[in-house]
């Protein structure tokens, strides 16, 4: 097993190396990058962002004299060559793009990502503040999946082929097929002071007032606004471990040592939960690491945006759309990292649920 941990450690350098470098070619050279972006401001109506990469206002327009910059950036003309040369330098494109990419990953495996470009914070202090929200609805909507999946799978596997069964797998097709954000606009069209009830709040995570509520107040408070989010989140969230975890106890209630088991007597339940429940569980826990950095960082844009939530997930989008690149890559490399040391663990996890797996014996 140290072999094959070490073999896994060793891939992870060319992979993650891999993934930067495609997406620096995607991301970085696609038009309307940060410089575009000032320049585009510049030309509209500005921002204080302009102001605070331009240093304040004290590099201005020069009428006719940004003749040299008019082919290679859009909307160039008429500003001074020497503002858009200060521009390419705050932003690092004053070097050739393989020198930007190789001191991009020597400042990343420092775990050093910069500041943002139009924020004035550092990439790891923005996640942080954003990070809240994924919390929130990454943890619950795990804890809910699984608290619903697991006996609703196991219910529907002893009873496999009965009316039950049937009928709970066409709700779960049904709410699997239905995007959690139409069904979280007709939520709020209900009980969001829609056209019907005004029960829920339909902005931010907790109150303008909690800091001023009593600490069970909190929790009331905090639910109140998570609410629904979380149901439109977890409409579709429980289809495939439910359908995984009867499909994985079909197959064990199939195998030779149950009908053993009921041979010599035992109840069904014994059966059931005494041996079968062992082993059918074990994909299941085994997936356990993943699932959870998965639901942790996976927020959804679309309902953080219905329901005003400043979560991951807005941020990402924002991002790439701001051509904000150090937030952009520097949350592409933490959630590529941790999703390749999750996908060792999960490993890890398979050979201590079920020693008989050994990876030693099979190719990376």
């Known amino acids: 097993m140290g072999a094959y941990i070490v073999r896994r450690l060793l891939l992870m350098i060319p992979t993650i190396i891999g993934i930067m470098g495609i997406s620096f070619l995607v991301i970085q050279f696609a038009p309307g990058g940060p410089v575009e972006q000032v320049i585009a401001e510049l030309t509209g109506q500005g921002n204080s962002t302009t102001e605070r990469i331009s240093g304040g206002g004290d590099q201005q ?13 859009r909307g160039a003309q008429g500003l001074d060559p020497a503002f858009i040369a200060k521009l390419e330098q705050q932003f690092g494109f004053d070097k050739p793009p393989l020198e930007r990419f190789l001191q991009m990953m020597w400042n990343f495996i420092r775990f050093d990502f910069g500041e943002s470009y139009f924020r004035d914070v550092t990439v790891i202090d923005l996640i942080i503040e954003k990070m809240p929200v994924s919390i929130s609805l990454g943890i619950w909507i795990l804890l809910i999946s699984y608290i619903i999946s697991i006996p609703l799978g196991i219910k529907k596997a002893v009873s496999d082929g009965s009316r039950f069964d049937i009928w709970t797998s066409g709700v779960i097709i049904i709410a699997y097929a239905v995007p959690g954000f139409l069904f979280g606009i007709m939520l709020i069209v209900v009980f ?27 929790i009331i408070d905090y639910f109140w606004h998570l609410t629904l989010p979380l149901i439109s989140l977890s409409l579709a969230a429980f289809a495939t471990t439910t359908l995984l975890t009867k499909n994985s106890f079909i197959d064990e209630i199939r195998k030779q040592y149950v009908t053993t088991a009921r041979a010599k007597g035992l109840t069904e339940n014994q059966v059931l939960y005494g041996h079968v429940f062992r082993n059918a569980m074990l994909i299941i826990i085994a997936g356990f690491p993943a699932a959870f950095i998965t639901a942790f960082f996976s927020g959804s844009l679309l309902i953080e945006t219905i329901f005003s939530l400043d979560g991951l997930g807005r941020l990402g989008f924002e991002s790439v759309v701001k051509r904000d690149y150090p937030v952009v890559f520097g949350t592409l490399f933490i959630f590529s990292l941790m999703g390749l040391v999750v996908g060792l663990i999960s490993d890890l996890v398979y050979t201590w649920v079920d020693p008989r797996i050994d990876f030693e014996r099979r190719d990376v």
Do not use: I, M
């Not at 327009?61 to 950036?73: M, T």
């Not at 019907?196 to 303008?208: A, E, I, K, V």
């Open 192 to 218: 969001a002071g829609g056209s019907f009830f005004d029960w829920f709040p339909l902005r931010g995570l907790t109150s303008d007032n909690f800091s001023e509520l009593a600490w069970w107040e909190k």
């Open 61 to 73: 327009a020069q009428p006719g004299s940004g003749a040299d910059f008019s082919s290679k950036y």
